[in-house]
């Protein structure tokens, strides 16, 4: 069975603090992983996927990056406004476009 | 582009009856969207499958009979939330992906209807 198991559950930075939050992952045979941010009463937004370990991805102040075992999402001199529930999914190879969900990160960046 | 609408975005019912929410691509075509469920703070949970004529696929523990899936064209699905009960409240997602992208692209999700049964 899929696993994906994200950490912090909630973490609360200071305007401008650098940090990373973390989606470790057990899955047979990996198509590929997910990051979603979801701000509240709204559907998940779609920030990045990767298909392969040492791979790296970056938006803005997000940078996503992936080993066989874990993915994480760095965060460079966040603002207020990157406060949101940040969501790591994993779809395996044979599970067509089904999506397996960790529990997410609620990051709040305060002023 | 890629943008999935859901509608409702809130609905409140009285216990028993019954609700539809619909799920609509607007800029592309979907043969398969997907249902899912959120509670507070909790991660998304699939319900079901659906797929564009045909029978939706169910996860395992969801009552097809409680949750019906019509997915009659390529750019809507409905799920009918039947005989709505208090434990029925939660967060319903959609999501969607584009027809004949690859399959490791990425699904697109509405956002959202929040059901409360009273």
């Known amino acids: 069975e899929d696993q994906v198991t994200q950490s912090p559950e909630a973490l609360r930075l200071q305007e401008g603090e650098s940090s990373s939050l973390n989606c470790s992952y057990t899955?047979?045979?990996?198509?590929?992983l997910f990051w979603y941010r979801q701000d509240p009463g709204k559907g998940p937004e779609f920030l990045f996927t990767?298909?392969?370990a040492g791979e790296e991805k970056e938006k803005e102040r997000l940078k996503a990056t992936l080993t066989k075992k874990e993915s994480f999402l760095h965060i460079t001199a966040p603002k207020p406004e990157d406060s949101a529930t940040y969501l790591c999914?994993?779809?395996?190879?044979?599970?067509?476009?089904?999506?397996?969900f960790g529990e997410g990160t609620q990051l709040t960046v305060n002023p | 582009g890629a943008v999935v609408s859901q509608h409702p975005s809130r609905v409140i019912c009285k216990s028993g009856t019954s609700v539809k929410i619909e799920c609509r691509s607007l800029?592309?075509?979907?043969?398969?969207m997907f249902w899912y469920r959120q509670f507070p703070k909790q991660s998304l949970m699939l319900m079901a499958t659906?797929?564009?004529?045909?029978?939706?696929?169910?996860e395992q523990g969801v009552e097809k009979d409680k949750f019906l899936i019509n997915h009659a064209s390529l750019t809507l699905s409905t799920l009918t939330v039947t005989s709505a009960h208090p434990e029925d409240s939660s967060f319903y997602i959609c999501?969607?992906?584009?027809?004949?992208?690859?399959?490791?692209?990425?699904?697109?999700f509405g956002n959202g209807t929040r059901l409360t049964v009273t």
């Open positions: 659906s797929n564009e004529g045909s029978k939706a696929t169910y």
């Open positions: 899955v047979s045979g990996l198509r590929g």
């Open positions: 999501s969607a992906r584009a027809t004949g992208r690859r399959g490791s692209s990425p699904l697109h």
């Open positions: 999914a994993v779809q395996r190879e044979t599970s067509g476009s089904r999506l397996t």
């Open positions: 800029d592309f075509q979907a043969t398969t």
């Open positions: 990767l298909y392969s």
